[in-house]
Every structure is written in structure tokens, then in C-alpha cells.
């Protein structure tokens, strides 16, 4: 009996999210083919990713798409940086080329709904996926949330920015910052300008090693406080 072959799945983007993703799928033994229109990139590609095959073209053109393997596939994942180009080949994957299942990288995340309402199966937001993880996992009260990270010292905190002199600042622009990695300033739900200055009530998440207890917005740098 012929031994069965792995699930085939296409990836569309070789950016740094479609490597590591094609990169772990192989890993865990699928059969991955990365389709990236841009030359050098997949060239460079493929000095990394060995036995998968690098596609060069447009993945949200027809004509290409055709020529994959796309009538076999299990899955196609479009995780470009432009959300357009992800929603239109998950619906050449889904109506043109009977894909069972499509997955897409939304970068807006005022975008997820009408991916899922245009028939996409997955459609993940990178901001949504982190602001759901802090709400759902972050186990301390107040103003200073913190949320470890398995296996390291570092962690996530989220700081709502409180009345003071803070507000109408920008984050690197506040003491207790200097030297963090700001990833999302969130206000009223939807992510904002990482610099753009500060409203009462703004969430900014931020990754750390410090205790999250020594993030608290209250003290400005000389630079910004002699403005």
C-alpha cells in the first residue's frame, strides 16, 4: 500500500511571517510550497528553506495560482503585508480553485470582519491576537498589567496611561519607557500611531524585562519635561 502523502499547503508571502510560518510547517511535515513575486527575495528564500518549493509570482492572480499545485492543496495561508492581496488569493483559493480551508494575515484589524463576511475561513489580526492574550491571560489589578512569557525573563505589560503629566506625550518621550519596546497603543478598542502623544485612558503594551510594577506613567524625561 503507497504511503500517504502529507497535506499540501501553499503559503503566500515570503515575508519574515510566511518564512517562519513555512519554516514550522515543514518542520512539522507538510508539504509547503512559498509563492513570493518579488526575485531576490525568493532566491534568498530558498538558501534557507531547503526542500520547500519557492513560487515566483503574484499570489492573488488566477493565471499563476493555477500553475501551484492549488487543486491538491489543504490549505492556502496569503500572509502579505497588504491585506488586499491576502483577501483577493483566499477567494481564488476558495471559489475559483475549491480549496478546503483559507487563512489570512489582516493587518487592519478593522478588516477581520468583512474578510470573514467575503468567505475566508481564518482571518488573524496580529493586534487583536496580542490584545486578546492580555485580556484573557493578565492576572494583576490596576493601572500596570503584566503577563509573563514561558521559558523567559521577559514579559508583556499593559499600561493604561493614567491623568497627569504624561498626557499629550509621546511614549518615548516618558521615563519609566526609555529603553522599552513599545508593540500597540490602543485607544477605544483600535491601535493607534505607537508616537502619537498620549490620551488619559490609552493603553500602551509594551515587551519587557523589568517588573511591570516599574512601568507606571508619571515621571517625563528632562528632554520632554523642559519643553
Known sequence: ??????????????????YYLTKH??????EVALVEKDHARAAALGSHLGRCAILVGDGDEMAFLATTGIERA???AAVTGDDEDNLIACQLARRT??????LARVNNPRNVRLFH?????????ATDVILGVIDSELAQAGDVLGLPLDGTEASLARITVPLGEVVGHRTDEIA??????????????EPIDPEAPLEAGDQVVVYTR???ADLILKDLLPAAAGR
Open 97 to 102: 480553485f475549491a480549496v478546503p480551508r483559507t
Open 210 to 212: 523589568r517588573p511591570a
Open 176 to 189: 519609566s519607557l526609555a529603553g522599552e519596546r513599545v508593540l500597540l497603543v490602543v485607544r477605544a478598542g
Open 117 to 125: 463576511q467575503l468567505g475566508v475561513d481564518v482571518a488573524v489580526s
Open 25 to 30: 510547517l515543514l518542520e512539522s511535515g507538510y
Open 1 to 18: 500500500m503507497a504511503e500517504a502523502r502529507p497535506p499540501y499547503i501553499i503559503v503566500v508571502g515570503g515575508g519574515k511571517v510566511g
Open 74 to 76: 489543504s490549505v492556502v
